[in-house]
């Protein structure tokens, strides 16, 4: 089973994909992650990223798809994949169609994690991240119990350099306008699920859940 999650920046979509992809033993894979870890390694692709990550444009197709398709490559053992942040607009999503079908799979489904603005706003001002495995906080809703500190593993929190001020609105703009299209992209596929994003992790997926049959 492969699945795409949906939604805008700090609708949930990473926290999701690691729960559903341990329900359903698939695949995890974060487009940004994928970007940040090539940027810190320094590799040409995460070079040739970099200043449109730090401006919070998306990156060009061809070198996001470069890296997605690589990361298809090894997806033959998996039971499945669960994509998050791509595929962002039409070229992305066609690109990938078209290669799941070489590769004799499909995108069984989409879940799109609606969720206001004005929230995402709030969600992303206050995010902090852990360093070492990525787990999210927020300073008003969801605190860490030691300012700075990781509640599961111990390491250093850290905000995100794109999750500040105007970056936040930038990112927040392009996915408005360009990738929430691709709703009616995959809704004409009969693929696409809509979830309540607003709703606590339990309950979003227990949502996502009832949708894909597993609850
Ligand atoms: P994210 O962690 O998903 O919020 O992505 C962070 C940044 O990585 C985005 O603001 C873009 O610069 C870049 N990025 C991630 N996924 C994509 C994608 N599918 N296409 C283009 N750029 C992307």
Do not use: W
Request: aromatic content about 6%; hydrophobic content about 40%.
């Amino acid at each position: 089973m492969n699945l795409i999650l949906l939604g805008a920046q700090g609708s949930g979509k990473g926290t999701q994909s690691a729960l559903l992809a341990q329900r359903f033993d698939l695949e995890p894979c974060a487009s940004g992650d994928l970007l940040r870890e090539a940027m810190a390694q320094g590799t040409p692709a995460g070079q040739q990223a970099r200043p449109y990550y730090e401006r919070g444009d998306l990156v060009p197709d061809e070198l996001m798809v470069g890296m997605i398709l690589e990361r298809l490559k090894n997806l033959t053992d998996a039971h499945g994949i669960i994509l998050d942040g791509f595929p962002r607009n039409h070229v992305q999503a066609d690109v990938l169609d078209a290669r799941l079908a070489e590769m004799g799979q499909a995108i069984a489904r989409v879940i799109y994690l609606e969720v206001p603005r004005a929230l995402l706003l709030e969600r992303l001002s206050g995010r902090y991240i852990c360093r070492a495995q990525g787990h999210v906080y927020n300073i008003k809703t969801n605190p860490p119990k030691t300012p700075g500190i990781c509640d599961i593993d111990g390491s250093e929190l850290y905000q995100r350099s794109d999750d500040t001020g105007e970056k936040i609105q930038h990112r927040l703009d392009i996915f408005f306008s360009e990738t929430l299209q691709l709703t009616d992209y995959y809704a004409r596929q009969g693929k696409l699920v809509t979830v309540d994003g607003t709703q606590s992790i339990a309950d979003v997926n227990y949502a996502i859940l009832v949708n894909l049959g597993a609850a």
